[in-house]
């Protein structure tokens, strides 16, 4: 898979994310996917990812703002910050860097690091 393909399918994973577009999301990934959210949990194939995509502890989509891809290899890396709502909280604000591995084309994992901004 070339730079651009790697590239092109991060940023349809994220406009996915930024609208819950779950078919479009899921048609990145692997059916083996695993997604581990550093410090939260580990979600494992597509059908758990899918549950994950509209988790019910948040309202509505997230807005993400890329502001930085690195690639090397089978590997891109994204780091920006985004805007939530939680259900139990409201309103809050975080910073993520997300690592993709790639395997045939697709998102075989995604590592997620997540920090809470005030």
């Known amino acids: 898979m070339t730079r651009t393909s790697q ?3 991060v940023a349809e ?3 996915g994310f930024r609208t819950s577009d779950h078919p479009r999301i899921l048609a990145t990934l692997t059916d083996d996917v695993e ?3 550093h410090g939260h949990r580990t979600i494992h194939g597509r059908a758990e990812f899918d549950g994950e995509i509209e988790n019910p502890a948040f309202t509505g989509s997230p807005r ?3 502001q930085r891809v690195h690639e090397d290899g089978p ?3 994204v780091t920006g910050e985004g805007r939530g709502v939680s ?3 409201g309103p809050f ?3 993520f860097a997300d690592l993709f591995t790639f395997r045939d084309g697709l998102i075989a994992r995604v590592d997620s690091y997540l ?3 005030s």
């Open 7 to 9: 590239r092109h399918l």
């Open 13 to 15: 994973y994220f406009d």
């Open 35 to 37: 997604w581990v959210i």
């Open 64 to 66: 993400l703002d890329v």
């Open 75 to 77: 590997v891109v890396v």
């Open 87 to 89: 259900v139990a909280q």
């Open 93 to 95: 604000r975080f910073a």
């Open 115 to 117: 920090v809470m901004l």
